[in-house]
């Protein structure tokens, strides 16, 4: 723990609350205001972008950046948590857990990902599949010389097979040293896309 | 647990001067816990996180057509508006901030000039072991 969280913990302690309560409503202004820049960045917005979603003006969002702004609402937060994705979360919490929350503030802490991005809301097992290396998808740029492709055709009984466009196997290419490419085709059995070849 | 930037506090006859001017002007404790939030912030994250929280450079009131371009006020919207002013660096320009002052605005005018600032901060250039102490809160 460091030397702000310790004399913190004695200042907290005083029998008259006043310097507590100053210090949490100073820190709290602090944590939205920071908080609101820090998501702004976070996604590329500017000032004027973000007002133009809540359709409000540039200076209403930096007057919410500010860190002496004190007249929130849970209206206007609840839309600022609309535009960057995330949800907001009221809590009213004991004092003594203010010291590590002072000292853990930081933009890391700060940083809070958008819903559509949030890995932990992939299911368990697509998580672990997209986790391990191995599972990723390289898509790579490549010239149309180095494409083979395999011909389609119908085949009597109902089986279809497609013109599909596969990397030409005697080409290597940047960013995926070992990587073969099989020239081959795909056909679709029974209801199964299969390749083959 | 280093912090990313340290807050020195100059010395007034041996005094820390922000301690003092919180005495002698009676200010009250929950402005007080604001003063110190706005400190401990300053010491983690610096300028850059944190909109508003020092204002400046101040210009002087007596000499209107100079700017004191190395002072700040660290600003506090408390019952009083606390106004402490301060001096990145000036020793380690990268990693500290030196608290020079106190001053409180009314009517968006400071009770203290700037110019007096200035003149600590070149005593705290001229002679950082004498004039100065590192807040220990900050070390």
Redesign the interface.
């Known amino acids: 723990m460091g030397a702000i969280a310790e004399a913190l913990k004695r200042e907290l302690a005083t029998p008259e609350p006043d310097f507590a309560e100053g210090y949490a409503e100073s820190f709290l202004n602090t944590w939205i205001a920071a908080q609101i820049k820090v998501l702004r960045l976070q996604r590329g917005m500017t000032q004027d972008a973000l007002a133009a979603v809540l359709q409000t003006s540039q200076a209403v969002i930096s007057r919410s950046e500010n860190v002496n702004y004190s007249a929130w609402n849970i209206g206007t937060l609840k839309k600022l948590a609309r535009a960057f994705e995330v949800r907001l979360k009221v809590s009213f919490e004991e004092y003594g857990t203010l010291p590590d929350e002072v000292e853990r503030f930081s933009e890391a802490v700060l940083r809070k990902d958008k819903r559509t991005e949030d890995r932990n809301l992939l299911h368990a097992p697509m998580a672990q599949v997209a986790r391990n290396p191995e599972n990723t998808i390289h898509l790579v740029p490549m010239p149309k010389s180095h494409l083979g492709i395999a011909n389609g055709n119908k085949n009597p009984g109902g089986d279809i097979a497609y013109d599909m466009a596969f990397p030409n196997g005697n080409n290597s290419y940047p960013g995926m040293p070992g990587c073969a490419y099989p020239v081959g085709s795909a056909s679709r059995q029974g209801g199964d896309l299969r390749a083959t070849g | 647990?280093a912090?990313k930037w340290k807050i020195y506090e100059y010395l007034e006859r041996g005094e820390s001067t922000i301690g003092r001017w919180l005495r002698e002007e009676d200010i009250?404790?929950?402005?007080?816990?604001?003063l110190?939030?706005?400190m401990?912030?300053l010491?983690?994250?610096g300028m850059d996180?944190?909109?508003?929280?020092l204002a400046g450079p101040i210009a002087s009131k007596k000499k209107r057509d100079r700017i004191q371009s190395h002072i700040y006020k660290l600003?506090?919207?408390?019952q009083r508006m606390l106004r402490p002013m301060l001096c990145r660096g000036p020793v380690d320009m990268g990693g500290e901030f030196t608290m020079l002052i106190g001053a409180i605005e009314v009517g968006g005018i400071l009770n203290v000039d700037v110019a007096e600032a200035e003149v600590r901060r070149q005593e705290v250039i001229a002679n950082p072991e004498e004039t100065r102490r590192i807040n220990?809160?900050?070390?």
Request: aromatic share 6%; proline share 3%.
């Open positions: 647990m912090y009250t404790e929950r402005d007080r816990g604001q110190v939030s706005k401990d912030m010491a983690l994250q996180l944190l909109p508003g929280l600003v506090v919207h408390g220990g809160r900050y070390s």
